[in-house]
């Protein structure tokens, strides 16, 4: 399909079938946990692990489970890592006849809403990037202002031209791309996902159980933006120099990286994320005995043993009920709370100085 031209819904169908046909790589299961612990919502990730690994000790009628605790680590390690546009940038203004810095045009730049914004947006995706290898930025144009929205790539279907020598890592030799918006409202149906089509010279959004099936008709609408590109200027058909027209934008998603691949949107283990899930069960686990008895274990001497007491939790807040006759004691168990602890860091810091950064920081 040619750059510029406009959208149909037949067109964006089959598209989309050519995008299911070419089994759209299956992204790692992990990258929303990534983006939950960048984020800093990494608990109820911490929570569920414990249950899969503990069942018995984090069942309801437990008395004291093991509170999750986390330790921001991937937040850290992506703060230090992501430096783009980390500080709001310096513009400066040139005038186009004497390439001279226009103070006044610096000036008024500079005080304009949305400027700092825009930093923050792209700080974000390079953040995204950074974590997961690859990032988009969604450039929209609502009630009349251009507005930058960071897209992460597990909400991203390419949909692939039928172009035969396209290039799977050029984002210019894909027909658009369909990203997942949210889940419809009406509570009166089926739960059926929101979705958008991006291309030059159109937009496309429409619902469906997933972006390759659309349920209902597809609205097509123009593309909102438009600004002045240099083209090849014909008359009858002969090329007669180039000129100046207003176009859409190639693209409405411009896409960050961080490394050379050989795909649109590359696979990554997200290794920071998976080590910050390790050490948050490690540190809940060290928590939870310290918290308890800090490695001490009860022993009951019982008249019956078959009939110990109705509570059974430890620690300075719960009373244990014993009979005349029956005694509870503690013996010690050689539990080196601090090697523990040293053996956490000393494993984040090998981590950090294999991915080149100062283990000293951590």
């Keep these: ?15 989309l079938k050519r995008a299911r046909e070419q089994a759209r790589h299956n992204l790692n299961a992990n990258y929303n946990m990534a983006i939950d612990f960048l984020d ?30 986390h330790i921001p680590l991937t937040e850290r390690y992506i703060n230090e890592q992501a430096s783009a546009y980390n500080r709001p940038l310096q513009r400066k203004l040139l005038d186009a006849e004497s390439l001279v810095e226009d103070k006044d045009a610096t000036e008024a730049l500079a005080r304009m809403p949305g400027m700092l914004s825009v930093d923050q947006k792209l700080h974000r995706a390079d953040q995204i990037a950074t974590l997961l290898l690859s990032a988009a930025t969604w450039v929209q144009v609502r009630r009349g202002r251009v ?9 991203v279907w390419p949909v692939a031209s039928d172009d035969a020598f396209a290039d799977p890592a050029d984002p210019y030799d894909y027909m658009g791309f369909a990203l997942e918006l949210g889940t419809s409202e009406d509570v009166s149906e089926v739960k059926r996902a929101r979705f958008a089509i991006l291309g030059s010279a159109s937009h496309g959004y429409y619902t469906g159980e997933d972006a390759y099936t659309p349920d209902r008709g597809i609205t097509i ?29 190639l693209q409405m998603l411009a896409w960050m990286y961080h490394g050379d691949h050989d795909t649109l949107i590359p696979e990554t283990d997200v290794s920071i994320a ?3 899930l390790e050490i948050d069960i490690g540190i809940s686990a060290i928590m939870h ?8 274990q009860m022993i009951l001497t019982l008249l019956d043993p078959d ?31 601090e090697g523990m602890v040293n053996a956490i860091v000393a494993i984040i810091r090998l981590y950090v100085l294999m991915r080149r950064q100062n283990p000293s920081d951590y």
Excluded: C
Excluded at 43 to 58: A, D, G, M
């Design 274 to 276: 998976t080590l910050n």
């Design 40 to 69: 800093d919502r990494a608990i109820p990730h911490v929570k569920r692990e414990l249950q899969r690994r503990y069942p018995s000790h984090q069942a309801l009628h437990f008395p004291e489970r093991i509170k999750p605790v």
């Design 289 to 296: 005995d310290l918290r308890m008895h800090g490695g001490s």
């Design 221 to 249: 609408v123009p593309n909102p933006m438009k600004w002045p590109q240099v083209v090849d200027v014909t008359k009858g058909g002969i090329p007669t120099g180039r000129g100046e027209e207003k176009l859409e934008p």
């Design 147 to 155: 507005k930058i929205r960071p897209v992460v790539p597990q909400m």
């Design 307 to 337: 009939a110990p007491p109705g509570r059974l939790a430890m620690g300075s807040n719960f009373a244990l009920a014993l009979a005349d006759g029956e005694s509870a004691s503690y013996i010690g168990s050689p539990v080196d709370f």
């Design 1 to 15: 399909m040619p750059l510029f031209e406009p959208f149909s819904e037949q067109v964006v169908r089959d598209g």
